[in-house]
């Protein structure tokens, strides 16, 4: 079965700073997506950033980019630039390609962001 | 567009009683996805149905949770015989090919 761990519960930053957020997952399929959510205190779940374990290149969409280590089974979140409505939960998530495709998440981490 | 709704925002009932909750996918999409997050808990995977094929019920943590989808549209999650530890948000997600759409959440609270 895939696991997805998150073993930072907290995690606090700088306004203006950069912060990362670590993930590792445990997974014996070759073909996948790694995906990291965040969720504000509204618990609308908002896709950041998405990664397929086929591409070598790191996934970046603005001040949000990832650093994913498939060997290592290894995916970290830079948020850049931090803002004040940076602050949320943020959930690491894994899905192997292919139908019945269900997200196994990690417990989340915390981010608060100081002004 | 609209995206994926959910009601009630938040449902407070007495142990024991039966709760059902609703979920109005994407249109068009043609998969849709129930998860319960616990407090301070990530997302478990309960039930997913594609088209018109057999639901995955594999998450599904007892007989008394019971999920239907018509179609490709609506679908309700009903709980019966709730019990205290059933309080938690329930997510809905619908999805046409790799991302998956979420609503904003039904918070049931057992008492």
């Known amino acids: 079965a895939q696991t997805v761990t998150q073993s930072q519960p907290e995690m606090s930053v700088q306004e203006a700073e950069t912060v990362t957020l670590s993930c590792t997952y445990d997974?014996?399929?070759?073909?996948?997506?790694l995906f990291w959510y965040k969720q504000p205190p509204s618990r609308q779940m908002i896709l950041v950033i998405r990664?397929?374990?086929?591409?070598?290149q790191n996934a970046t969409e603005n001040r949000f980019s990832v650093n994913f280590q498939k060997a290592a089974k290894s995916f970290s979140l830079k948020i850049s630039d931090s803002q004040l409505g940076d602050a949320a939960m943020y959930f690491c998530?894994?899905?192997?390609?292919?139908?019945?495709?269900?997200?196994?998440f990690g417990k989340g981490i915390t981010l608060s962001v100081r002004p | 567009g609209a995206g994926v709704s959910q009601s009630p925002s938040n449902k407070v009932t007495e142990k024991g009683k039966d709760v059902e909750l609703r979920c109005d996918p994407i249109?068009?999409?043609?998969?849709l996805y129930w998860y319960r997050q616990r407090l301070g808990q990530g997302l478990e995977f309960l039930i997913y149905?594609?088209?018109?094929?057999?639901?995955?019920k594999s998450g599904l943590p007892s007989d008394r949770f019971s999920a239907e989808r018509t179609g490709e549209s609506v679908s309700t999650l009903t709980i019966q015989r709730t019990q205290q530890e059933d309080s938690a948000v329930y997510l809905c997600?619908?999805?046409?090919?790799?991302?998956?759409?979420f609503g904003p959440g039904t918070r049931l609270t057992v008492l």
């Open positions: 998530a894994y899905r192997r390609n292919g139908a019945n495709s269900k997200l196994t």
């Open positions: 149905f594609q088209g018109n094929s057999a639901p995955d």
């Open positions: 997974t014996s399929e070759s073909d996948y997506y």
């Open positions: 997600a619908s999805s046409l090919i790799r991302e998956q759409f």
């Open positions: 990664q397929e374990a086929y591409k070598q």
């Open positions: 249109s068009g999409h043609t998969a």
